[in-house]
Every structure is written in structure tokens, then in C-alpha cells.
């Protein structure tokens, strides 16, 4: 009976601290992987799940056996309606303050009913090979979105459509999306949908008129005063190219790979409206 534990190994272009994160926060890991509920990293915790394909859904019962925060975390897999006891294990490794490798192995998999082809190892591998080598790196690996447009028109009419993007440029982004801020250093900038719905928060950390402007994003529209801001920026650069002409950069991220080509089409959109808006009647 084959008894080699199952085992996988991946590099991800994130710190050590967000992959633990991304395997032991209950939010995220239904972001990428399955839903565990008040799911808690802590050794004897048990919980439960279904996971399956569209033909059928398995139950789940583990129970977490060691917790070694950032570096290991190791539960029981089991199926209450069957045979079988497995083990399955997460080793991180840190390589550097933006490297990290995975280190996944499942053990016990012979146990399981081998009649049924769901529980045979080159399913599992399937299934695992998935999760460590797309769905994973695609949540905790990012990327920046940058875009780039020629204008011709003046460079404080452009500057002006960049600072008010509702019912202008914000149609870009789903229903569309305003701004409410002063745009001075320090001020707060929400962003919100048509009906007022509170879409992101930020804060002005640069604005020099008519060249440069950055907006720091919170990770928690519901962020409070002094509050650190999260990763994510949005940069917006106006460099002269001669008289009445101008070059547009705008630059978004780091940014979740999941998201980019949604978010790239938005930018694209968003960028064609400045510059139609912009170039209208000049």
C-alpha cells in the first residue's frame, strides 16, 4: 500500500508573516482556499467543513495538532463518513523580508477508501497543487498597476479632472465613484458610490498641484483617527512635454494578483475618460 506522504514546495514573493496570515485568518483563508468558519489557530481547536466538487461534498473533521506561529501549523483531515486518518502540515520558511517558501505535506492518505477515485492520491495532488500553485500565490502575491496617457490641454484643466472624479472619470469603477476630501496634506479622502456607501478611505500623503499626487489607502474603511494607512497607494504624476502637452501617469498598488485584470480594465477606462474629458473643447 503506497505510503509516501504527499508533498509540495512553492516561493512567494510575500514576507513570512503574510503567508501565516493568509493560512490561519478565517477571512482570508475563504478568500483562496475553503471556509472554516470562527476558524482559530490554536493547538486542540476542532472545526469542520465540506468541500467537494459539483457531483459531491465532503464533510471534514480536524483538529489542529500543532501551532508554531509563523512557521508551522499541522491538523488532522479526516471524513467523518469514512475511514481513514491524514495529517496535513504548512511549514513556512522566511528567505529574505519579502521571500517565503511553503512547505506542504500530507500524510496518511492511504487510508482513505481507495475504491472511490476522490480519495486516491493523484486527487489530492490535484487539489493541492491548486491551492499552493495558484490560488495561494494569486492572494498574497501582488503586482502595481501603472498607466501612462499623452494629454494636450492645460495643465490645470487636467489637474482639475483628476480631483473630481465624480460623475466624470469615477464612471470607471462600477456604478461609478466619488470623492469627498480638500486634497490638502494630511486630509482624509473617502471614496463612495453613488448612493453614499463608503468605498475606501484614505489619507493625502503628497500633493504638489499640477505634478504630483498620492493618496494612502487604509485597509479598514472604518479606520480610525491616526490610524496607519495600509500598503495600497494611488499616484498620480502630470509631466510637461511641451506647451500644452503633458504626459498622465497613474500608478496603483501593490495590488492582490486576483484583482489586477479586473482592476486594469477599470484603470484603462478611467485613464480613456481623463483624457477624452480633458481634451474636449481645448
Same mark, same amino acid.
Not at 465532503?58 to 495529517?87: F, M, R
Not at 464612471?171 to 469627498?180: N, Y
Given at each position: ?70 512557521? !508551522? ?29 511553503? +512547505? ?27 491551492? *499552493? ?7 498574497? @502575491? ?14 490645470? !484643466?487636467?489637474?482639475?479632472? *483628476? ?7 469615477? !464612471? ?42 498620492? *493618496? ?28 500644452? +502637452?503633458? @504626459? ?15 482592476? @486594469? ?9 481623463? *483624457? ?7
Amino acid at each position: 500500500m503506497e505510503s509516501t506522504p504527499l508533498l509540495l514546495e512553492r516561493r512567494y514573493a510575500a514576507p513570512i508573516e503574510k503567508l501565516w496570515k493568509a493560512i490561519t485568518d478565517a477571512g482570508q483563508m475563504k478568500e483562496w482556499y475553503f471556509d472554516l468558519g470562527d476558524f482559530k489557530a490554536e493547538k486542540g481547536f476542532k472545526f469542520q467543513f465540506t468541500g467537494g466538487d459539483e457531483k459531491i461534498q465532503y464533510l471534514h473533521a480536524c483538529e489542529i495538532l500543532e501551532c508554531d506561529p509563523p512557521n !508551522k501549523l499541522s491538523y488532522s483531515w479526516t471524513y467523518p463518513d469514512y475511514q481513514g486518518y491524514s495529517v496535513l502540515t504548512w511549514e513556512l520558511f522566511a528567505e529574505g523580508g519579502h521571500s517565503t517558501r511553503l +512547505k506542504l505535506h500530507h500524510t496518511g492518505l492511504e487510508s482513505f477508501p481507495q475504491e472511490d477515485p476522490n480519495f486516491r492520491r493523484e486527487s489530492f495532488m490535484g487539489g493541492w497543487n491548486y491551492f *499552493v500553485n495558484e490560488a495561494l500565490p494569486s492572494f498574497v @502575491e501582488t503586482d502595481t498597476i501603472r498607466k501612462s496617457s499623452s494629454i494636450e490641454a492645460a495643465a490645470e !484643466k487636467i489637474w482639475d479632472i *483628476v480631483l473630481h472624479p465624480g460623475n466624470q472619470w469615477g !464612471k470607471a469603477f462600477g456604478d461609478g465613484a466619488f470623492v469627498e476630501t480638500d486634497w490638502t496634506i494630511g486630509s482624509t479622502v473617502i471614496w463612495t458610490d453613488p448612493g453614499g456607501d463608503i468605498g475606501s478611505k484614505g489619507i493625502v500623503a503628497a500633493h504638489r498641484p499640477m505634478e504630483y499626487l498620492q *493618496v494612502d489607502m487604509y485597509d479598514d474603511i472604518n479606520a480610525v483617527p491616526n490610524a496607519k494607512p495600509g500598503e495600497y497607494s494611488e499616484k498620480y504624476r502630470l509631466i510637461k512635454i511641451a506647451d500644452r +502637452k503633458f @504626459e498622465l501617469e497613474i500608478e496603483c498598488g501593490p495590488l492582490a494578483k486576483k484583482y489586477l485584470t479586473q482592476h @486594469e480594465a477599470m484603470w484603462d477606462k478611467a485613464m480613456k475618460l481623463i *483624457v477624452e474629458l480633458a481634451e474636449k473643447s481645448r
